[in-house]
């Protein structure tokens, strides 16, 4: 399987006046041409800072340290600021965080559609742009009264909508969406992610969806990465996470999903959440994991592959004893 | 009822309120000051050569404008004619109408002070949201935030000195006072058109130098925090070229907020010019006040306050009226959405 998106090494600091904070740290991971990759973790793990650095939008006191991100095969960090807005939207299109004003609020959707393809030097007549419009927001779900209503005139859902719809103005290879669902009541979060499924297969585009919602993610991903204080702890296919989570970290995630039996569950040590300012030495996770042991405290693990297509990040994989613990099975 | 009418209906009551209560106060105030209004008549008449009799002729003065009766019944009579479009005769300049002195007077004051409003308020926009866009890459244009923090810190009345004293004074490039030369005959023609232009740049510079840096500073803090906004970020994701993004996206939206800063503002912008035309003795509605307010015109004074009033509270229900056209939120609202 092809790469289309390889990430390696990345690491984004912000250099803030209180100290720098390792917001992403020698994060690495591929993503395959058409798949669904979820990226997961708690609020200020780092996941938008990775998409964010993808779209080479960092913005000050943020800074892309190191590492390499290659968009088929093109390395984004080495192009002209010019060159890297080309390949917004044409090769890699980007859903913000926080759908609910990432319109204009004084442009009609089908004016804020046309800067888009304006600026990629299509030349298309009024009339043609809308045509194209409509069948997008056709796509998405909408009528075609949608592109030319202003923002405020849509409901959050709707403009969630739009902003999947202007992300495939131009066919893009890879779309990044960053907590889509956030803002939304249940049941337009699962349809804008179904929405996006369909996207997806359509365009045949990969997608990363970013969230915190284990089930949401479970119901669109094949494969995910879990993040936690800028470091990403664990990746690999979503049933194999699901049936057998590699870090203590993932396990907890899981068991925060309802379900229907009762049963005993991992808690956390209770603690600060995690922080990307002051991160402890070692392992990120051990001032909350339940097996915390003393080599976690000192040495930082390595992510490497602990079973086929699957790669976490924590000593316990070295510890055949100690290992079972994570078993869901044992646990039970 | 309709929600328009309804807040035309507030703005209106508002703008009744508001004449009321300061015309009350323009009429009292200048009443309490101690002086005699008829000794400009008494000086005029004297320099024309009369020859009746000082006293008699005070007297005779006080009765013709009604002043002999008590305050309260002038102050009520002072309502009924204005209620009738009249707004009296000048005691300074008698027997000219104070309608048609102000009347004369307005051009001058209007032409200053829309040109002056315009150009600073666009040209301080536009300046302050490049500045502001561009940030630390701005280079030495930056300088600008300090100029333009020293000209919005400096009185009209001082800058106009510094610039009399400069380009008047010292260096002899533009006239001292008035809006054009003495023997001169207004008229459609080159030559007068040029003077005037000549006696108006020091007034005109004064108030402008001094808004554009208000307008400058008010924009670039405005597209700053405008920088931050999801659909900034979401517009750069799209890779829409950053001159569309400053202009299409950023300025465009900050218009609102600096739309409001002007009709705020207006009353400021207003009264430093009236100041202005005084220290330059331009013949415009500000110096006709002064003069009034020094020989205490009642009617002078008066008329000239209300008019100012009414201009500034039409100015604003102006800029009220433009703001649907700027703002699609407002021009929906109440139409039900799509
Ligand atoms: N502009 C910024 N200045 C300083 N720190 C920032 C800034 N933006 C993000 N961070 C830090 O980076 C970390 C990751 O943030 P983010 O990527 O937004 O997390 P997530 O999207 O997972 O919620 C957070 O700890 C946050 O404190
Ligand atoms: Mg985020």
């Known amino acids: 399987m092809t790469s289309i998106l390889e990430v390696n090494d990345l690491r984004v600091y912000f250099h803030t006046p209180r100290g720098m904070v390792k917001a992403v740290d020698n994060v690495t991971f591929d993503v395959h041409a058409g798949e669904r990759f979820g990226l997961i973790g708690e609020s200020g793990s780092g996941k938008s800072t990775i998409a964010l650095a993808i779209m080479r939008l960092i913005r000050s006191p943020g800074r892309i340290e190191s590492g390499e991100i290659r968009l088929e095969g093109e390395n984004l960090l080495a192009l002209s600021d010019e060159e890297m807005r080309q390949r917004r939207l044409a090769g890699v299109a980007m859903v913000t965080q926080g759908a609910m004003n990432s319109l204009n609020p004084v442009m009609r959707i089908r004016q804020q559609f046309a800067d888009g393809l304006n600026s990629h030097g299509e030349t298309v007549t009024v009339d043609e742009a809308r045509e194209q419009l409509v069948d997008l927001l056709a796509r998405v779900g909408l009528k075609p009264e949608a592109a030319d209503v202003y923002p405020h005139q849509l409901s959050g859902g709707m403009k969630q909508r739009v902003c999947i719809a202007l992300a495939m103005s131009l066919r893009p290879s890879l779309i990044i969406a960053d907590e889509p669902t956030s803002a939304l009541d249940v049941v337009v979060q699962r349809q804008v992610v179904q929405t996006l499924r369909q996207v997806q297969e359509e365009l045949d585009a990969a997608v990363i969806l970013i969230g915190h919602d284990m089930g949401l993610m479970a119901q669109f991903a094949s494969r995910v990465g879990v993040m936690y204080a800028g470091k990403l702890v664990e990746e690999g296919p979503v049933r194999a996470i699901f049936r057998q989570p590699e870090h203590p970290y993932t396990r907890i995630l899981m068991e925060s999903l309802p379900s229907l039996d009762e049963k005993e569950t991992l808690q956390v040590v209770k603690g600060a959440p995690p922080s990307a300012a002051d991160r402890p030495a070692g392992c990120v996770f051990h001032p909350r994991c339940p097996f915390v042991m003393d080599r976690c405290i000192q040495e930082e693990p390595l992510f490497r592959e602990v079973a086929p297509e699957q790669w976490a990040a924590c000593h316990l994989h070295d510890e055949p004893a100690a290992a079972h613990s994570l078993s869901r099975e044992v646990a039970e | ?338």
């Open chain 2, 1 to 338: 009822m309709n929600p328009y009418i309804r807040y035309i209906g507030e703005r209106l009551i508002l703008l009744l309120a508001t004449i009321f209560i300061s015309m009350t106060v323009v009429f009292f105030v200048p009443r309490m000051v101690p002086g005699e209004p008829m000794n400009a008549i008494f000086a005029n008449m004297a320099a024309v050569g009369g020859s009746m009799n000082a006293q008699e002729m005070i007297v005779e003065y006080r009765v013709r404008f009604g002043l002999d009766r008590p305050v309260w019944v002038q102050y009520l009579s002072f309502w009924r004619e204005l209620a009738q479009g009249n707004l009296g005769i000048s005691i300074s300049n008698f027997p000219s109408e104070v309608s048609g002195m102000l009347l004369s007077a307005l051009p001058w004051t209007l032409g200053l002070l829309t040109v002056t409003t315009l150009i600073s308020w666009i040209a301080g926009s536009v300046i302050g949201a490049v500045i502001g866009w561009r940030g630390r890459k701005a280079g030495v244009a930056r300088l600008m935030v300090p100029v333009a923090l020293v000209l919005y810190t400096t009185p009209y009345y001082i800058l106009a000195l510094i610039l009399v004293f400069v380009f008047a004074f010292h260096w002899p490039i533009f006239p001292l006072s008035g809006a054009y030369s003495v023997g001169m005959r207004p008229g459609l023609n080159t030559a007068f058109i040029v003077d005037v232009v000549r006696h108006a740049v020091l007034p005109a510079l004064s108030i402008l130098l001094v808004s554009l840096g208000w307008w400058f500073l008010s924009m670039r803090s405005l597209i700053i925090s405008l920088k931050g906004e999801d659909y900034i970020l979401n517009a750069e994701a799209m890779g829409i070229k950053e001159r569309r993004i400053l202009w299409g996206y950023a300025f465009r939206n900050a218009l609102l907020p600096q739309t409001t800063g002007l009709a705020i503002s207006l009353g400021h912008i207003v009264g430093g010019a009236l100041i202005t035309e005084v220290i330059f003795a331009y013949p415009g509605i500000g110096y006709r006040i002064y003069n009034a307010i020094k020989s205490l015109d009642y009617p002078l004074i008066q008329g000239g306050v209300l008019l100012i009033i009414i201009s500034v509270a039409l100015a604003n229900f102006l800029i009220d009226a433009a703001y649907p056209l700027i703002d699609p939120r407002i021009r929906f609202e109440g139409s039900g959405g799509s």
